[in-house]
Structures are given as structure tokens and as C-alpha cells.
């Protein structure tokens, strides 16, 4: 069978720009299992020589791992949760209901998404300090919850239209009432926007340091991303340990990601197309 010449120049375009992307993860995997002398070395060796683990017993052996971990779940799952719940419980009327002012909302919506994270810092801090929350976790789960609903909102009424109402009109014939209708028909076909907005909102919070380095003023309430900064001190960085501790705080990110990736093709698609 011949091959398209046209195809094979797109298939090889798309392994180089795989492996522009694949490089940084491949490096810190291979950092983390090196010696630290090799890398603290000048030559840079693709393929390791030797490899150690000492690297990840002395980034586990860092003060307060356990407590971090922990500390960073609850407040990403819990975020993930509340910008779940409450995306879909706004998302459905915009999408089914017509009222007054509906296009307005969601227009602030999609502004309220584009304002960075950075620019909302000073306001939420004062705000977390008038209300008393600042070092407590639940100040970063607040946080991180109105930083992640606007997207939640604004893709889930994507998918909310995507489905034909009419389903839910036959359901009810048949004799569902309102909920019952919602729950059988349109919450299942609702499960890749679900899948893709929980994995936007478990990254963003998951990675987030700047709020959980300022708010949280005692050392036990920090979160991992605080901790990788651990390795950084006033006599250098421990490079070596600081992969190592960079592919640990990866593994939760892909776990969530590899038990959630098969919605997450079709959901990645399919719901942020219709305005």
C-alpha cells in the first residue's frame, strides 16, 4: 500500500512537536534518577549512565511531605467538588431557561474567566483577612473554587445545549418529572463536560503557589507546591532532589488524568463550542 507523501510529512511534523513537548517531562525523569554529580555536570547526557533513587528518599525525607500532600488534596478536590456542583446548578438554567439579563451574566462570566489570577490577589487577601480565614485551608479552597467556577459555568452550558431538550420533554411524557428527567437523561450525557472541567480546575489548583505561599502563615497548613520550593535554599538548590520531587508532585495530576482521559477526549471537543 502506497502512503501519501502529504501524510507522512504530517506524521513526522506531529513526532517532533510530540517530542518538543515530551522533552522537559523526559528531563526531569532522568534528573531525578541521576547521581547529583552528573547533574551538576556540564555534559549533558540524553541517556543516563547510572542511575540512583537517593534522590527521591531525600526529596521524601523533606520535613512536612505527608502534611502537604494532604493539605493539597483536600483543597483541590474539594474546589474540584464545590466548581463541579455549583457550575452545573448555574449552568442549566443559562442554557435552558430564558430571563431577563441572561446574556448579560453570561457575558461576565467569560470576563470574569479572563481576569488573571494574579490581578485578583490584593482583593482576595483582603477579603480573606476581613473575614478571618487567612491561614486556614479553607481560604485556598474558596479561592480556588471562584477561580475555577467561570470556566466550569461557561463550558458546562456548552454542553447543556448540545443536548437536544427534546429529550427531556419525552422523559417527562413517559413519566418523569423535571428532576427525574434531568437526572436519567441529561446528567449522564453531561458526563464528558464534566470530565473536562474537573480536570481544568484539579490543574489549576493543583499547581497553584502563590496564594498558598502569602495566606497560609504557618508552615503545617502549606501545600506540595509550597514544599518543592523547599529545595531552594540560601546555600543553592538541590537540583537533584528538586526533580525528584518534581515527577512526586506529577503523579497525582496524571492519576486523576488517566482515570478520567477516556471522557475527557470527547469532552475536550464537544462543549465549548456553542455560545
Do not use: H
Not at 502512503?3 to 507522512?8: E, H
Not at 439579563?101 to 485578583?120: D, T
Not at 508532585?249 to 482515570?259: G, K, N
Amino acid at each position: 500500500m502506497r502512503i501519501a507523501p502529504r501524510k507522512v510529512l504530517l506524521s513526522a511534523l506531529a513526532l517532533v512537536v510530540a517530542a518538543f513537548f515530551l522533552f522537559p517531562t523526559y528531563w526531569m525523569i532522568t534528573s531525578a534518577l541521576k547521581p547529583r554529580a552528573d547533574v551538576l555536570s556540564p555534559a549533558y547526557d540524553l541517556i543516563p549512565l547510572a542511575l540512583t533513587l537517593d534522590n527521591f528518599v531525600t526529596a521524601f525525607s523533606k520535613p512536612g511531605f505527608g502534611t502537604y500532600l494532604t493539605n493539597s488534596l483536600i483543597v483541590t478536590l474539594g474546589a474540584v467538588a464545590c466548581s463541579l456542583v455549583a457550575g452545573l446548578l448555574a449552568a442549566v438554567p443559562l442554557a435552558r431557561l430564558k430571563f431577563r439579563g441572561r446574556k448579560g451574566f453570561v457575558l461576565l462570566v467569560l470576563i470574569a474567566q479572563l481576569a488573571p489570577l494574579e490581578a485578583l490577589f490584593i482583593p482576595m487577601y483582603l477579603l480573606m483577612k476581613d473575614v478571618g480565614l487567612l491561614n486556614t485551608l479553607p481560604s485556598l479552597l474558596l479561592v480556588y473554587f471562584a477561580t475555577t467556577l467561570p470556566f466550569t459555568v461557561w463550558t458546562l452550558r456548552g454542553f447543556v445545549n448540545g443536548i437536544p431538550v427534546e429529550l427531556e420533554e419525552a422523559a417527562m411524557v413517559d413519566g418523569c418529572g423535571r428532576w427525574g428527567a434531568f437526572r436519567r437523561v441529561t446528567l449522564p450525557l453531561l458526563g464528558p463536560g464534566l470530565v473536562a472541567t474537573s480536570v481544568f480546575a484539579f490543574i489549576t489548583a493543583w499547581n497553584e503557589f502563590l496564594y498558598a505561599f502569602v495566606f497560609m502563615r504557618d508552615s503545617s497548613k502549606y501545600t506540595l507546591p509550597v514544599w518543592l520550593e523547599s529545595f531552594q535554599t540560601a546555600f543553592g538548590t538541590d537540583w537533584s532532589a528538586a526533580m525528584a520531587g518534581a515527577v512526586v508532585y506529577s503523579v497525582p495530576a496524571l492519576v486523576f488524568f488517566l482515570l478520567v482521559q477516556r471522557k475527557l477526549v470527547a469532552g475536550g471537543t464537544a462543549g465549548a463550542v456553542k455560545g
